[in-house]
């Protein structure tokens, strides 16, 4: 199965679903059977963090495509440790997925994960969530270019959108950073248009739930698939061949 950095290649948008760790082998069939784009290993949320527990679950995805988000509290997600161990359990991962994710605000180790995912050849989106609001199109541009200038390979923004404002300013930023590699978000009911529209105007990977815990405003990955289809005639062609 071709790697994440291959179907990056080809320019046309990516569906992702997350993953815990409940059981890693049924998720991984899911992956190869329904033809996810994207599994997304959020380590977070799995039941231990101990390196030899999440090495053995992330191995069950073995040949597909991964992405590995260990997922700070101060960005809504639960890893337990220290920074320290966080940076070890990506080092330790690393060399088993084909990327990263890792928050701009994580200032204490977002140079260890580059250098890392850089010696292994592994790409990484360098991420940022607000789960209150969206921050005005200035303030965007500087976390999109503070990204850029950390090492990331992709740069994604998820931010709670209240309305139509909301969505404008997103898309904004999105056709006006065109050739960079851009994963844009509007979380929320508000937002739910933008994990379909947004994908058309050229966010590289959208997020969908198959079961789970879906984050706010996602749809489900069928029917993510399904609207894709619809309305980007590459993506239909993609998911026929
Ligand atoms: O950051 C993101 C995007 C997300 O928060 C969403 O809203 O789809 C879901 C997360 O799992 C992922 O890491």
Do not use: C, N
């Amino acid at each position: 199965m071709a790697t994440l950095r291959e179907r990056l290649a080809d320019e046309v948008p990516l569906v992702a679903v997350s993953f815990g760790d409940d059981d890693a082998e049924r998720d991984a069939a899911q992956v190869r059977d329904r033809r996810v784009d994207v599994a997304e290993l959020r380590i977070d949320w799995y039941s231990s963090v101990e390196p030899d527990h999440v090495l053995d679950r992330v191995r069950r995805f073995r040949g597909l495509p991964t992405l590995a988000t260990i997922r700070s509290k101060a960005e809504g997600g639960y890893w337990p440790g220290s920074e320290a161990e966080r940076l070890r359990l990506f080092e330790a991962v690393l060399p088993e997925v084909d990327a990263v994710d890792v928050e701009l605000s994580s200032e204490e180790i977002l140079p260890g994960v580059v250098a890392a995912a850089r010696r292994h050849d592994r790409l990484v989106v360098v991420s940022h969530h607000d789960f209150t609001g969206t921050p005005p199109a200035g303030r965007l541009a500087e976390i999109t270019e503070g990204a850029v200038a950390a090492g990331a390979d992709l740069v994604k923004i998820s931010t709670m959108a209240h309305g139509p404002d909301d969505l404008l300013t997103l898309a904004g930023l999105l056709t006006r950073h065109s050739s960079l590699r851009l994963i844009i978000i509007g979380m929320g009911a508000e937002g739910a248009a933008s994990r379909v529209f947004f994908p058309l105007l050229g966010s590289r990977i959208t997020y969908s739930a198959i079961g789970g815990r879906p984050a706010p405003g996602q749809l489900p990955f069928d029917e993510t698939v399904r609207q894709l289809e619809t309305f980007s005639p590459r993506f239909a062609e993609r998911r026929r061949g």
